[in-house]
């Protein structure tokens, strides 16, 4: 069945990662009209996220926001298609690096590194990296359920000679990379809720206390590796500009969850400034109310 469902789907996936860029976004306006106008898909998920973390803006303000939103994550799930086929010095002009001399500093330091990435403006698009550094890039993402999308996925980020492994098995590949001598710059995406068999760690986001992924900082102050955030915006429709933000370049020498915390921070800059790019379909503070294991670290 995934197989089938695989090869309906792909061609169209197909053509549309070829369309002219004008086409390809008005493409993208006409499944926002049928993804918030007709289908109103998660918009309550993402009315009741946005009133929870903003509750001092007014219902019109709320409506502005998710309008907006809706619009870029229609852009930005077909520019993750757009992937599929699109030219090294297209992405290259439309995801711009504008300081890659600071990754490249935090190479210097003969240390792997962890850049700490959010579900904000574009990270598809941030594989683009690959191009401009000398540090192998590995990212560490969660499996799709059909296998056939999860190897497209895979097909997709090669393409710049990514390697990616799955978050479960994380630890394990990346202490034997450590062990084996191998540099790497390490991508995790970090600001989503976890199991609640996995709340370690609950801090306040958005001015919420949920608990948050520590995997990213843990592996750094365990393996000795310098850690950044990469910083991206939106500067108009189809264009972003990302820098990497060093957040430290000895995490074992950093306070415990100093590193989660600084990256939270930052995040929430992001989102304070401009909500629309954050992904708010995720349901991120629902555990809000769930009772805080006895063995969790509150902050």
Request: hydrophobic share 40%; charged share 25%.
């Amino acid at each position: 069945m995934q197989l089938i469902v695989y090869l309906l789907v792909y061609p169209f996936l197909w053509i549309i990662s070829k369309l002219p860029w004008r086409l390809f976004y008005a493409f993208s306006t006409a499944v926002y009209i049928f993804v918030y106008r007709i289908i109103g898909y998660r918009k309550k998920a993402v009315t009741e996220n946005l009133t929870l973390v903003f509750p001092e803006k007014s219902d019109q303000e709320i409506k502005r926001i998710r309008k907006a939103f809706y619009k870029h994550m229609c852009d930005m799930f077909l520019e993750m298609v757009k992937s599929i086929s699109i030219s090294d010095k297209d992405l290259l002009e439309r995801f711009k690096i504008i300081d890659i001399e600071t990754l490249k500093n935090l190479e210097s330091k003969n240390k792997s590194i962890v850049v700490l990435m959010a579900h904000y403006a574009s990270y598809e698009w941030a594989t683009v990296t690959q191009l401009l550094i000398d540090f192998p890039t590995v990212g560490v993402y969660k499996q799709i359920k059909n296998k056939y999308f999860d190897e497209l996925v895979h097909r997709i980020r090669q393409r710049y000679d990514a390697r990616l492994i799955r978050s479960y098995n994380a630890m394990k590949e990346i202490t034997k990379d450590k062990v084996n001598g191998k540099l790497c710059s390490y991508a995790f995406l970090s600001d989503q809720s976890p199991s609640l068999a996995k709340a370690t760690y609950w801090t306040d986001f958005m001015g919420i206390k949920v608990p948050t992924h520590v995997g990213g900082s843990v592996l750094a102050k365990r393996l000795d590796m310098s850690v950044a955030y990469l910083h991206v915006e939106k500067v108009k429709r189809g264009y972003y500009e990302a820098k990497f933000i060093p957040i430290t370049e000895n995490a074992k020498n950093c306070e415990d969850f100093y590193i989660v915390k600084t990256y939270l921070r930052m995040v929430e800059e992001q989102i304070k400034k401009a909500p629309e790019y954050y992904l708010w379909t995720h349901k991120r503070w629902k555990h809000r109310n769930a009772e805080i294991p006895k063995d969790a670290t509150v902050h």
